[in-house]
């Protein structure tokens, strides 16, 4: 899909999300662009970055290349902004990553990934019976 076509989708829709969300508060920055984890040669199609020592900000990124309908855009951008939600979990990761072992801090990122990717899951599904109950 084309950038132009993805950034028009996300301006017409992200204040919607954000509210429904309970994140009109936050400052949220969209990129479009190549969405990859450091170390990582995985593209995704979309990833959300919170930084703990920013309060309520974070930074959207939308491979637009990933995507071919409007509905894929609109599922992604809910998605990483669900990661928002969670971003006090970033908080403890920080903190644990400066107390533990480097293999011990490993583990349990796998783990914490694996969680937030459910509880992300999670939310998506009750705001979709939500949204059908209408």
Same mark, same amino acid.
């Given at each position: 899909?084309?950038?132009?076509?993805?950034?028009?989708?996300?301006?017409?829709?992200?204040?919607?999300?954000?509210?429904?969300?309970?994140?009109?508060?936050?400052?949220?920055?969209?990129?479009?662009?190549?969405?990859?984890?450091?170390?990582?040669?995985?593209?995704?199609?979309?990833?959300?970055?919170?930084?703990?020592?920013?309060?309520?900000?974070? #930074?959207?990124? !939308?491979?637009? =290349?990933?995507?071919?309908? /409007?509905?894929? +855009? $609109?599922?992604?951008?809910? *998605? &990483?902004?669900?990661?928002?939600?969670?971003?006090?979990?970033?908080?403890?990761?920080?903190? #644990?990553?400066? !107390?533990?072992? =480097?293999?011990?801090?490993? /583990?349990?990122? +796998? $783990?914490?990934?694996?969680? *937030? &990717?459910?509880?992300?899951?999670?939310?998506?599904?009750?705001?979709?019976?939500?949204?059908?109950?209408?």
């Amino acid at each position: 899909m084309k950038k132009s076509d993805v950034k028009r989708i996300v301006q017409a829709n992200i204040e919607g999300i954000q509210k429904k969300l309970g994140l009109s508060s936050w400052n949220i920055l969209v990129d479009y662009g190549p969405a990859m984890l450091d170390g990582d040669d995985t593209h995704y199609s979309g990833m959300c970055n919170t930084d703990p020592s920013l309060y309520e900000s974070a #930074l959207v990124t !939308l491979d637009h =290349k990933q995507f071919e309908t /409007a509905a894929e +855009v $609109l599922h992604t951008l809910e *998605h &990483e902004l669900c990661h928002a939600i969670g971003s006090n979990f970033d908080v403890c990761q920080a903190v #644990l990553k400066r !107390l533990l072992s =480097k293999r011990d801090y490993e /583990a349990m990122d +796998v $783990l914490f990934h694996i969680a *937030h &990717e459910r509880v992300v899951g999670s939310i998506q599904s009750i705001l979709k019976s939500a949204e059908a109950q209408k």
